[in-house]
C-alpha cells in the first residue's frame, strides 16, 4: 500500500510538472551561432509579436515547417512585424551542423543555440518542433508542437489574431 501511494505522488507530481503552461518567457543564456551568450530575456521585437520555435537539424518535421514558414515569411514581415527566433536544441556534438544547415536554407531568422536544453526545459518542450507566439508585451498566446503541413497558416491566422 506505501509503494502505491508513493508511486501515486510520483505520477501527480509529474503530471502537474509537465502540464504548467509557461505564460512568459524565462530568463536563461544561449548561445548564438557566433557563440555569444544572449539571454533569452532580453528577447524583443520593438513592441510586435514574435515567434520561438524549437527544432534540430536531426528532426526532419521541425526542418520542414521552418522551411514551409520560410516560404511566406518576408510577406509575415511585412504585414505584422513579427520575428522568428530559431532555438535549436541540437546538442555539443550535432550543434556544429546547425550554422551550415541555416545558412543553406537561407533561413532569415535569428538562430540560437540550447545546447543543454536549459532553454526547452524551461519552456516546458517535451520534444521538437515546438513553437510559441509571443505577444507584443512578451506573454505566450499561443503554443503548438509537431508539424503537419499547414500548420504555418493555423499560426498565421493567430498571429493575425493578434495584429487586430
Not at 506505501?2 to 509557461?22: D, H, R, Y
Not at 530575456?41 to 514558414?69: H, M, Q, V
Request: aromatic share 12%; proline share 4%.
Amino acid at each position: 500500500m506505501k509503494n502505491l501511494l508513493s508511486i501515486a505522488a510520483i505520477m501527480m507530481f509529474t503530471l502537474s510538472t509537465f502540464s504548467q503552461e509557461v505564460k512568459e518567457v524565462p530568463s536563461v543564456m544561449l548561445k548564438s551561432m557566433k557563440g555569444e551568450a544572449i539571454n533569452s530575456s532580453s528577447f524583443d521585437n520593438e513592441g510586435k509579436p514574435y515567434i520561438i520555435n524549437f527544432w534540430a537539424t536531426w528532426c526532419s518535421p521541425c526542418k520542414r515547417e521552418l522551411n514551409a514558414i520560410a516560404e511566406v515569411y518576408e510577406d509575415w514581415v511585412e504585414e505584422t512585424g513579427v520575428k522568428i527566433i530559431a532555438i535549436s536544441i541540437d546538442d555539443t556534438r550535432t550543434s556544429k551542423s546547425v550554422k551550415p544547415y541555416v545558412d543553406a536554407s537561407g533561413w532569415e531568422y535569428e538562430v540560437y543555440l540550447d545546447e543543454n536544453g536549459d532553454f526547452k526545459r524551461a519552456m516546458n518542450v517535451a520534444a521538437p518542433p515546438y513553437t510559441f507566439l509571443v505577444d507584443a508585451t512578451g506573454n505566450i498566446v499561443y503554443q503548438h508542437i509537431g508539424y503537419n503541413p499547414g500548420d504555418e497558416e493555423e499560426l498565421y491566422e493567430e498571429l493575425m489574431k493578434l495584429m487586430n
